[in-house]
């Protein structure tokens, strides 16, 4: 038996290794593609850029969040550190003694962040003064969603928790089946009026009610298929996407629908398989897949609009909206613009060696990008036009 074990857990770090470092044939964040741009539409400034603290592992999202007038941003040694966003002064700083794998989220005057050793720990916005701390079940992987005096966090073991938010007692546990074999990481809670909305790695989403954990439905993005456990990994870690009533979530190896948020009905759905993420406007809705391109699909049928190979073999970040672009991070350390009309690259900059797997914060005309060398990144866009 303990030799059994031995094996099923060399085979699980192999597949985890391949999964979230060079799947598909991806590149390692230290290499790159040749990439045209001769006549670049925008130009990206660097307003600043400081170490946070430690590098970070690769498949961790630890990604800045703006509150309050304020930037916050976390660092995997437990850094956490509040600046001003104009010109990246510190405000405050806070050292926690914890290894850092969820954050941040931010809500209700608080930041919150998720541990490697399953432990969530809430922070005062104001000054860093840590309010509470709460033990979980299994290491936290994305940022908690704080808000509606609730702090909802999933872990990796297939759990969500809902916390009080001034106390940090828990409310209520909702939990699902973990397949034999998944990718490192999973996808962060969505708050919505009165409940949220959690993605699973069996592919499957559900809506709770905020105030009892009971489901209000379930619904199907992907069916694992295959006959291996590789084949069946159906992972919903991108973090689903709530927009004007309508939901949009993405598999690994799978689908990305368009979901009825009030019913979980699956109002339309086409075969992709996402690895990055998801952004939305108000005609379409934007895709990073598991092979470096970047889609844009009409939000009320998923018909393609246009599709983006310029960036093909490179692991993308979530895409942000940003005014007439597009930008994409990606596991070279660069940012990309595309104009969301076409999907033609106007504009790329490397930020530095170390790549990007977190979606671009985007804020009044600023950039905010956190890498894995524990670097925070301030990036303007000057539009060659104006």
């Not at 470092?21 to 290499?31: F, M, N, V, Y």
Request: glycine fraction near 12%; charged fraction near 25%.
């Amino acid at each position: 038996m303990k030799d059994r074990r031995v094996r099923v857990g060399l085979v699980l770090m192999s597949v985890l290794f391949l999964a979230g470092c060079s799947a598909r044939g991806l590149l390692p964040a230290d290499e790159s593609v040749d990439i045209g741009l001769e006549a670049p539409q925008i130009e990206f400034e660097s307003l600043f850029s400081m170490r946070i603290g430690q590098s970070q592992a690769d498949g961790l999202r630890l990604r800045p969040v703006l509150a309050d007038g304020a930037l916050y941003a976390a660092s995997v040694d437990g850094r956490v550190v509040a600046l001003d966003p104009v010109s990246g002064e510190t405000r405050w700083a806070q050292d926690l003694d914890v290894r850092v794998a969820g954050a941040l989220g931010a809500g209700d005057g608080l930041l919150a962040l998720g541990t490697a050793s399953g432990e969530v720990i809430a922070l005062e916005r104001d000054g860093g003064a840590v309010r509470w701390r709460q033990s979980l079940s299994s290491e936290v992987l994305a940022p908690p969603a704080v808000g509606q005096a609730s702090v909802v966090v999933r872990t990796a073991d297939g759990h969500v928790f809902a916390l009080d938010a001034v106390t940090g007692e828990q409310r209520w546990l909702y939990s699902r089946n973990v397949p034999a074999l998944t990718l490192r990481g999973h996808s962060s809670p969505v708050l919505v009026n009165d409940g949220v909305v959690a993605g699973f790695d069996n592919g499957r989403l559900s809506a709770l009610d905020l105030a009892t954990g009971s489901a209000a439905w379930e619904s199907t993005v992907a069916v694992p298929e295959g006959r291996t456990d590789l084949a069946r990994m159906v992972d919903i870690d991108a973090d689903p996407l709530v927009d004007r009533g309508d939901l949009f979530a993405g598999a690994y190896q799978g689908r990305v629908a368009g979901v009825a948020l009030g019913s979980g009905e699956v109002a339309w759905a086409r075969e992709l398989s996402v690895t990055g993420g998801l952004a939305v406007d108000d005609e379409r809705l934007y895709v990073t897949d598991a092979q470096g391109r970047v889609w844009a699909l009409d939000r009320r049928n998923g018909a393609s609009v246009w599709r983006a190979e310029k960036l093909r073999g490179l692991r993308l970040a979530a895409p942000s909206v940003a005014g007439e672009y597009l930008l994409v991070a990606a596991s070279d350390g660069s940012i990309n613009a595309l104009d969301r009309r076409n999907g033609e690259l106007v504009g790329r900059r490397t930020v530095g060696s170390a790549g990007i797997t977190v979606k671009p914060l985007v804020a009044d005309g600023r950039v905010y990008l956190q890498d894995l060398a524990g670097r925070l990144h301030a990036i303007g866009i000057n539009d060659k036009d104006d």
